[in-house]
């Protein structure tokens, strides 16, 4: 009798634990293809984008079209903006990435910034009156982040097939393309690093928007 009325408990665990394990299972499939969530770990991209900010990554956004100025990418940092190795050990890693994963943290080496130079693009700051020119026609950028600068670090660099270059909107808290002009690759992005577009911020709740592309692409000489 005892046996008997055990039997439907221990069956109901099991089917508990298989649905989850199915569960994890469609959720990793979804978000390795379509769709990934990302933990925004500093201010970086501010105003669009605040420290601690969740965002829906589309993996899909450039599959029919290329990325164009101005776009903001989620990008794998590694063998450009971070060590191609953590060299924190396997065990520190894997805890990261379930944190990565489950969208508590940010990743060390995944980054989030805005295209402003794509492949041909001769990009420098500042001109005389203080802006960014692509093309030798001056970048408009609404969206920096109020009293930052284009740039307080003066650069002109051209950008190689296949590559990109990424700047914050808060110029003045950002990493990146800037600080490694003399690094290997001068701090020019792969493009095949580029994981996908943000197009939905979902957390905090009352942070909660959409994230339509950015219409800045055609600003520069020739529309190009």
Request: aromatic letters at 8%; glycine letters at 12%.
């Amino acid at each position: 009798m005892d046996t008997t009325e055990r039997q439907p408990r221990k069956q109901g665990w099991r089917f508990a634990l298989l649905a989850l394990v199915l569960a994890v299972a469609i959720s990793g499939l979804v978000r390795s293809l379509w769709i990934d969530v990302y933990y925004i770990p500093s201010e970086s991209m501010e105003p669009l984008l605040g420290t601690g900010d969740r965002i829906l990554v589309s993996r899909t956004a450039f599959s029919s079209e290329p990325i164009r100025r101005g776009d903001i990418v989620v990008f794998d940092g590694r063998g450009s903006f971070a060590p191609l190795s953590s060299g924190k050990g396997p065990l520190v890693d894997a805890v990261n990435a379930a944190g990565q994963w489950f969208g508590l943290v940010g990743s060390e080496t995944t980054y989030v910034k805005r295209v402003i130079g794509v492949a041909g693009d001769h990009v420098q700051c500042c001109d005389a009156s203080g802006h960014l020119t692509v093309n030798g026609q001056v970048f408009e950028e609404s969206y920096l982040y109020p009293g930052d600068q284009p740039s307080k670090q003066k650069f002109d660099v051209v950008v190689p097939d296949g590559r990109l270059w990424l700047m914050g909107d808060h110029r003045s808290r950002s990493a990146d393309s800037r600080g490694l002009l003399g690094a290997p690759g001068g701090g020019m992005v792969p493009v095949e690093r580029v994981i996908g577009r943000p197009v939905q911020i979902i957390w905090p709740l009352d942070r909660f928007a959409e994230m339509p592309r950015s219409t800045q692409a055609d600003t520069t000489k020739n529309g190009q």
